[in-house]
């Protein structure tokens, strides 16, 4: 087995023959000392980042190019007398402006990293690195490509040195040696929380021209947790911005409310879905059409889920009579309420059961409500589990099994048939811990109200006649807060939500809801539709990003 061979146990390097030119300094601009210098690591797209960074205008780097290779290049070892002075030459740049260079080679030869000390000690070091396992594969191939192309072989010292260049640990020992941490850009470092580790979330924000949260509110949280990457700003002024997300609308639109929007929002209306104007002749819809609508949709899901609950209920081995409950009692004429996706307990959905009494009254009086829940805890969630564990608990009171389904195996096939079908759409998170939230959005183009804390997308999208909210201030006294949101929540449901909906006219039409429902889908449909989104994130971010790179 051969041993690996390192830099410092191999030969004085060989010049490569190459004269030194100095670059001609325009007049006006000026020489000196780079400000940054890239020195690692090769094969790790160091290319990439270069070309990156050369978009901005104030970034410059030597006409020698992104590699100026001045010290493992033009000379033996024995550095000139003024070795900053000659360096300093070849980094011509405007007098506003920051130059420097990236030699990937630098990194794995300790010889260059003293002569960068001695040239350029106040210079900032850049480094990308690669898992060294890919890294080494990448060489391997390129070394392959060049001998396929003189007709020689891959040599054995090659291999040893794409090897060696992974040995990252090593490599920086030499860096850190010499420079100190401060110089050292650490794109995975967190400034404060770093206790040693890799931080990807800081580096994709290091690495990215541009950052957003998913929701207005998002952004601003997004801005106070991160702002001691910026410690000089305050936190309003952190650079993270926000594009609300929106929904694909003809994905996750029902057949019936399609139908309907067709008739009455005129020909290719969903190319103009982000136009508010689109959705005003939603106030003209006869109160009649609307209903059927809402009905046919909620009728189709109860009866496909009358028909899993028993196929989920005899997976999990329960008793006939529960696994017969759903089946039964599940109506297509009653309120049905949807809550899904995630059982975290950041989702607060406790808050159902928090006042028992009040939520068997809830299901069982004159006035029935049906939910139908959905999702799984993730499986280093104990608290999301304990959570549904004792939902479940109740599960043998009659209320619960006609009245409650869990569903088994949520998946995009499932949620697709719950926002269409579901009247109202339940979201309870504990305050500022919803980024965005797209499912209410799903529900509410096709009719579906919302009954949500206002964090997320909802505390854009509420207007206090369009659905129902909870307060989305912050509590650090969770039990205190969770007792008023529980019995806010019941009140919500018993006076106001249960009551608009069997509320009828003459005419069997729930007027009251059917007016929440149209202001809905006015608000809704054209603020949080994936049209207004990406047209947000042309106008902010990529057309910047184009822009930039010409």
Same mark, same amino acid.
């Given at each position: 087995?051969?041993?690996?061979?390192?830099?410092?146990?191999?030969?004085?390097?060989?010049?490569? %023959?190459?004269?030194?030119?100095?670059?001609?300094?325009?007049?006006?601009?000026?020489?000196?000392?780079?400000?940054?210098?890239?020195?690692?690591?090769?094969?790790?797209?160091?290319?990439?980042?270069?070309?990156?960074?050369?978009?901005?205008?104030?970034?410059?780097?030597?006409?020698?190019? $992104?590699?100026?290779?001045?010290?493992?290049?033009?000379?033996?070892?024995?550095?000139?007398?003024?070795?900053?002075?000659?360096?300093?030459?070849?980094?011509?740049?405007?007098?506003?402006?920051?130059?420097?260079?990236?030699?990937?080679?630098?990194?794995?030869?300790?010889?260059?990293?003293?002569?960068?000390?001695?040239?350029?000690?106040?210079?900032?070091?850049?480094?990308?690195?690669?898992?060294?396992?890919?890294?080494?594969?990448?060489?391997?191939?390129?070394?392959?490509?060049?001998?396929?192309?003189?007709?020689?072989?891959?040599?054995?010292?090659?291999? %040893?040195?794409?090897?060696?260049?992974?040995?990252?640990?090593?490599?920086?020992?030499?860096?850190?040696?010499?420079?100190?941490?401060?110089?050292?850009?650490?794109?995975? !470092?967190?400034?404060?929380?770093?206790?040693?580790?890799?931080?990807?979330?800081?580096?994709?924000?290091?690495?990215?021209?541009?950052?957003?949260?998913?929701?207005?509110?998002?952004?601003?949280?997004?801005?106070?947790?991160?702002?001691?990457?910026?410690?000089?700003?305050?936190?309003?002024?952190?650079?993270?911005?926000?594009?609300? %997300?929106?929904?694909?609308?003809?994905?996750?639109?029902?057949?019936?409310?399609?139908?309907?929007?067709?008739?009455?929002?005129?020909?290719?209306?969903?190319?103009?879905?982000?136009?508010?104007?689109?959705?005003?002749?939603?106030?003209?819809?006869?109160?009649?059409?609307?209903?059927?609508?809402?009905?046919?949709?909620?009728?189709?899901?109860?009866?496909?889920?009358?028909?899993?609950?028993?196929?989920?209920?005899?997976?999990?081995?329960?008793?006939?009579?529960?696994?017969?409950?759903?089946?039964?009692?599940?109506?297509?004429?009653?309120?049905?309420?949807?809550?899904?996706?995630?059982?975290?307990?950041? $989702?607060?959905?406790?808050?159902?059961?928090?006042?028992?009494?009040?939520?068997?009254?809830?299901?069982? %009086?004159?006035?029935?409500?049906?939910?139908?829940?959905?999702?799984?805890?993730?499986?280093?969630?104990?608290?999301?589990?304990?959570?549904?564990?004792?939902?479940?608990?109740?599960?043998?009171?009659?209320?619960?099994?006609?009245?409650?389904?869990?569903?088994?195996?949520?998946?995009?096939?499932?949620?697709?048939?719950?926002? !269409?079908?579901?009247?109202?759409?339940?979201?309870?998170?504990?305050?500022?811990?919803?980024?965005?939230?797209?499912?209410?959005?799903?529900?509410?183009?096709?009719?579906?109200?919302?009954?949500?804390?206002?964090?997320?997308?909802?505390?854009?999208?509420?207007?206090?006649?369009?659905?129902?909210?909870?307060?989305?201030?912050?509590?650090?006294?969770?039990?205190?807060?969770?007792?008023?949101?529980?019995?806010?929540?019941?009140?919500?449901?018993?006076?106001?939500?249960?009551?608009?909906?069997?509320?009828?006219?003459?005419?069997?039409?729930?007027?009251?809801?059917?007016?929440?429902?149209?202001?809905?889908?006015?608000?809704?449909?054209?603020?949080?539709?994936?049209? !207004?989104?990406?047209?947000?994130?042309?106008?902010?971010?990529?057309?910047?990003?184009?822009?930039?790179?010409?």
């Amino acid at each position: 087995m051969t041993a690996l061979v390192k830099p410092e146990d191999k030969p004085m390097r060989k010049p490569w %023959n190459a004269p030194l030119v100095v670059p001609e300094c325009p007049a006006g601009w000026v020489t000196g000392t780079p400000d940054y210098v890239g020195i690692g690591a090769q094969r790790c797209g160091t290319s990439w980042w270069y070309d990156s960074m050369r978009r901005y205008p104030g970034i410059q780097r030597s006409p020698l190019g $992104k590699e100026v290779h001045y010290f493992d290049k033009y000379w033996q070892g024995n550095p000139p007398e003024d070795i900053a002075a000659e360096y300093a030459s070849l980094f011509p740049h405007k007098p506003d402006s920051i130059v420097g260079e990236w030699t990937p080679r630098y990194l794995a030869d300790p010889m260059a990293i003293r002569q960068l000390k001695e040239a350029a000690p106040e210079a900032k070091l850049l480094v990308m690195f690669r898992d060294p396992v890919a890294r080494y594969r990448s060489a391997i191939a390129r070394l392959q490509r060049l001998a396929d192309d003189r007709g020689d072989r891959v040599l054995l010292a090659q291999m %040893n040195d794409a090897i060696w260049r992974g040995y990252y640990f090593e490599q920086l020992r030499h860096v850190f040696d010499l420079f100190s941490r401060e110089q050292v850009l650490e794109f995975g !470092r967190h400034p404060v929380e770093n206790h040693g580790q890799f931080h990807m979330t800081v580096t994709a924000i290091r690495l990215s021209s541009h950052v957003n949260g998913v929701a207005k509110r998002h952004g601003e949280v997004s801005r106070d947790i991160w702002r001691t990457l910026w410690p000089d700003r305050p936190a309003d002024r952190v650079p993270i911005g926000h594009v609300t %997300n929106g929904v694909h609308i003809p994905t996750w639109l029902g057949g019936p409310m399609r139908e309907l929007l067709d008739r009455h929002l005129g020909d290719d209306w969903l190319a103009r879905a982000a136009d508010p104007a689109t959705w005003a002749p939603v106030a003209d819809i006869p109160d009649a059409d609307l209903w059927a609508v809402r009905s046919a949709q909620r009728a189709e899901f109860v009866s496909w889920v009358r028909g899993k609950s028993v196929t989920d209920r005899l997976g999990r081995d329960e008793p006939r009579s529960y696994v017969e409950a759903a089946a039964g009692a599940f109506d297509p004429d009653a309120l049905t309420i949807g809550f899904a996706r995630r059982l975290a307990t950041y $989702k607060r959905l406790h808050l159902l059961v928090r006042d028992a009494d009040r939520a068997m009254k809830l299901l069982s %009086n004159g006035r029935p409500v049906q939910l139908v829940l959905a999702g799984k805890a993730h499986p280093r969630d104990d608290e999301g589990k304990k959570m549904v564990q004792h939902l479940f608990s109740f599960k043998w009171a009659p209320e619960i099994g006609g009245r409650v389904v869990y569903l088994d195996d949520y998946d995009l096939s499932s949620a697709a048939r719950m926002v !269409r079908g579901c009247d109202v759409w339940l979201n309870l998170p504990r305050p500022p811990l919803e980024a965005s939230g797209t499912s209410g959005m799903k529900s509410a183009v096709n009719g579906g109200l919302q009954l949500s804390v206002l964090d997320g997308w909802w505390a854009e999208g509420y207007d206090g006649s369009n659905g129902w909210a909870l307060p989305g201030e912050e509590d650090d006294d969770h039990g205190a807060q969770d007792h008023r949101d529980a019995a806010e929540l019941h009140r919500l449901l018993d006076e106001e939500v249960s009551r608009e909906f069997y509320e009828r006219d003459a005419d069997g039409l729930p007027r009251a809801w059917l007016a929440r429902v149209k202001r809905s889908l006015m608000t809704n449909g054209p603020e949080f539709s994936a049209t !207004r989104m990406v047209q947000d994130y042309v106008r902010q971010f990529y057309g910047a990003g184009a822009q930039s790179s010409r």
